[in-house]
């Protein structure tokens, strides 16, 4: 019987097949090999670059960001780009705080804060404010702008059209008016401390106020004390929080009920009316324009410069005005590109934005600090003879008549959640002592009348002499003994002399220690000094503010003794703490 026995023919071809399987996967293991090194971009090194921006631009230049860096290289180096939502106020914040800088306002940084290659603010007001506080924080003069947005005001459609919208114009100067005399007309704002848009409108607003006073200096002033104090009661310190105050209903009563007019963004207008709201908002392109956000692109690390340069390029494209657009915004140029949702009446592009005077940006927002920081204060005005010398450059007004006309316009600023008390001093007022209260702490609900007729009452005593030190220590303890946990407690002493007092009292070392021995970190009490002409001994009461906490400003000209004050005033939330 024959065994049986494979054939060696089909045993060959078996081999055979297997070696050219074999021979066709190694084949397409290379092949796929060299397609994926073909495929992959050649890089010796990776660059990065991080932009921080806020919120409203982030998605537009993300996108960008992706598109270019997929084909970018640079000296064979590719582009890993890193953009991250920030708060241009945290950035303005931690950039002069490099410099030991604070802005008005805006406060200490908070330590957390990431300083990106590039910044990308909302508005080149911050550029500006961070010049005025360094001029080398930061290259304001050369940043671009690669977007814009008009500041424009947001008004519900059913009120807007109250106000002839959207056929007639409405300008910033009948707003005023109405908003000063009107309690109907619901004002709101962001705060402009920390907010571009609010910023800007409260500039219009202001320049509005002048314009509304007809030549009235004192009527423009009534009048812009009222629509700050407005503003102030109808401020929010977010975007999102402000836009929840809208009516939610279109019925008079929701109406009456909810914000009247609130200036915002056209792109924030777009994007909240675009979720389909109870009441659409309008946007109400008022007269003079507010400026617009304009975006601008500022390279914070030289180290990444030409990477920033490169990525800028991409941004001045035909697809980065699109992005722009499908999220509301508008181009540099003020022109807006594909999928922009243009508002009714609104301008097919914006005439470029002109940056305001430093000097009114800084005293705007000292006015808006001295209202808006919830206070409890002692003033302290000396009456020492010397009080009764003439101020040429002040029409020849005695230092006593500028010095009170400083402190009632800055009590006219206050509003009635204020608590304030009035003293006076020179030496011997009050029997043996050199102080003499007129009107004790109280709020100014129920004593604004009693304070601004003391003011009026108060004569220097034309022998008197300046018992300053004796005088801030019992400042000093008046204040502490009521003090209030919700209102920065401060006692404000003006005086144009060095301290001088014939019947002995505190020395400064004697001050200082008793100042400390009373001070009690729970309860901090700050003193703010200022100074009247040339007179004064500032290097004595900076060394008492540094030592217990507060400020010493000095007016050499005592015409300027308003700008002092108010500069006093509004950085009270902000001086420094005891060494």
Known sequence: MK???????????ALKMGAAAVAVLVVLAGSWYAFQKYSEPSCGNTAKLSIGAPADIVPALKAQAADWSAQAKLDENCVDVDVFEADPADIAAAIAAKSQKTLTGVGQANGKTRIPDVWVPDSSLWLLRLKTANPQAVGADTAKSIASSPVVLAMPEPIATTFGWPQGKLSYVDLIKKVSTDQKVKVGIVDPSRDSTGLAALLTMAAAAQAAGGGNATQATQIATAALRGLAAGRSSLKADLLQKFPRGSDPTALSSGLSVAPLSEQAIIQYNAVQPPVRLAAVYAEPSAGALDYPYVVLNNDRASVANELLKSLESQSFRDKLGAIGLRGADGAPGKGFQTPTNAPGTLAAAQLPDAAAVESLQQKWQAITLPARMLAVIDVSGSMLETVPTAGNATRMQVTLEAARKGM??????WALGVWTFSTQLDGAKDYKQLVPIGPLVSQRAACLQALQSITPKKNGDTA???????????????WDSGRINSLIVMTDGENDDPAGGLSLEQLIAELKKTADPARPVQVILIGIGDKVGEAQMRQITDAIGGGTFVAPDPAKIGDIFLQAISLRGQVVTPK
């Open 468 to 482: 300053l030190y004796d005088t801030i220590l019992a400042g000093y303890k008046a204040v502490q003994q009521g």
């Open 3 to 13: 065994g049986r026995h494979r054939s060696a023919g089909s045993s060959g071809g």
């Open 412 to 417: 006219n600023l206050f509003d009635d959640s």
